[in-house]
Nanobody, 119 residues
Framework: QVQLVESGGGSVQSGGSLRLSCAAS????????MAWYRQAPGKQRELVAT???????RYGDSVKGRFTISRDNAENTVYLQMNSLKSEDTAVYYC?????????????WGKGTQVTVSS
């Protein structure tokens, strides 16, 4: 079992920055991929960014050049630095850890943290 706890959400004005953190505990390994997703009201959950053990990173088109994902394997923590925030970034942000190829057998989610960007 893996437990994920997100923090760092809040309210910020357009153009501002926030840094989200997700601390993992339990059966966690640096070999696993960690990710951030978000879900705005009335919309489907969408990928924000992923980071592998490589670490290789991948970003959703809407956040490229503004958000940066990183991880600290010693602390089992993944971060999301969000700069130049826009009102459309308003959503609940979820941390995810999974083992590629294992499907639901190793796929864990945090409870989410709210990010609100006002124009």
């Amino acid at each position: 079992q893996v437990q994920l706890v997100e923090s760092g959400g809040g309210s910020v004005q357009s153009g501002g920055s926030l840094r989200l953190s997700c601390a993992a505990s339990g059966s966690i390994s640096s070999r696993y991929t960690m990710a951030w997703y978000r879900q705005a009201p009335g919309k489907q959950r969408e990928l924000v960014a992923t980071i592998t053990s490589g670490p290789n990173t991948r970003y959703g088109d809407s956040v490229k050049g503004r958000f940066t994902i990183s991880r600290d394997n010693a602390e089992n923590t993944v971060y999301l630095q969000m700069n130049s925030l826009k009102s459309e970034d308003t959503a609940v942000y979820y941390c995810n850890v999974f083992r590629p190829g294992w499907g639901s057998a190793y796929d864990y989610w945090g409870k989410g943290t709210q990010v609100t960007v006002s124009s």
